[in-house]
């Protein structure tokens, strides 16, 4: 098995940002759906790109239902392809509690 290669491409991730993500209380389908944002937003060189949930369970090998509650948890706007970032000022983020696991 081959290894992976830094020039076949990486996701570059500031640990700051790191750091406060492990801080917050998420769920394995929550990260999933952070780290699907970060792939192809951070891993590509954009500050944002359309995502369906479907896309993202589908990235993440998650059930779709999983994926709708996480995106619902973790942003205001909804939407079937939403426009989706990572808010870098991690002082203004805070999760929807209301949200049921």
């Known amino acids: ?13 500031s640990n ?19 780290l699907c944002i970060f792939r192809y937003t951070a891993g590509v060189g954009r500050k944002s790109c359309k995502l369906s949930g479907s896309s993202i369970a589908k990235w993440g090998n998650c059930d779709l239902r999983a994926v709708k509650r996480a995106l619902k948890k973790l942003q205001e706007k909804k939407g079937k392809a939403a426009e989706i970032m990572i808010n870098k000022d991690y002082k203004q983020w805070s999760i929807n509690k209301d949200i049921q696991e």
Do not use: F, H, S
């Not at 098995?1 to 991730?13: A, D, F, H, L, Q």
């Not at 700051?16 to 952070?34: A, H, S, Y």
């Open 16 to 34: 700051d940002l790191m750091d406060n993500i492990c801080k917050l209380p998420l769920n394995g389908t929550d990260i999933k759906v952070i």
């Open 1 to 13: 098995m081959k290894k992976p290669e830094y020039r076949k491409g990486y996701t570059n991730i």
